[in-house]
Nanobody, 115 residues
Framework: QVQLVESGGGLVQPGGSLRLSCAAS????????MGWYRQAPGKQRELVAT???????NYADSVKGRFTISRDNAKNTVYLQMNNLKPEDTAVYYC?????????WGKGTLVTVSS
């Protein structure tokens, strides 16, 4: 059974930091491209950052220079370090794993940026 379990969300003040983690099980983690997506209230889900099995990284323009995606294949975990958070970063953050036509999603973790 495939599971992607996100953690690390919460309430943070503008300018603060959070580190999200996504622990994967039931897949050969190292061959999957991993990604973080987010969905704000009333908006469509959007890409935040992705990292391929080979380590190639892509960021949404809105988070470049503030967020860092990384992966630890030994721990089957992908991370998203989020710095200088803004109120517009408030959303449910979802972990994604994909290879070829196969894709899996986690259930999400809520990040709220507010003073």
């Amino acid at each position: 059974q495939v599971q992607l379990v996100e953690s690390g969300g919460g309430l943070v003040q503008p300018g603060g930091s959070l580190r999200l983690s996504c622990a994967a099980s039931g897949i050969m983690f190292s061959i999957y491209a991993m990604g973080w997506y987010r969905q704000a209230p009333g908006k469509q889900r959007e890409l935040v950052a992705t990292i391929t099995s080979g380590g190639r990284i892509n960021y949404a323009d809105s988070v470049k220079g503030r967020f860092t995606i990384s992966r630890d294949n030994a721990k089957n975990t992908v991370y998203l370090q989020m710095n200088n958070l803004k109120p517009e970063d408030t959303a449910v953050y979802y972990c994604n794993a994909g290879v070829s036509a196969i894709t899996y999603w986690g259930k999400g973790t809520l990040v709220t940026v507010s003073s």
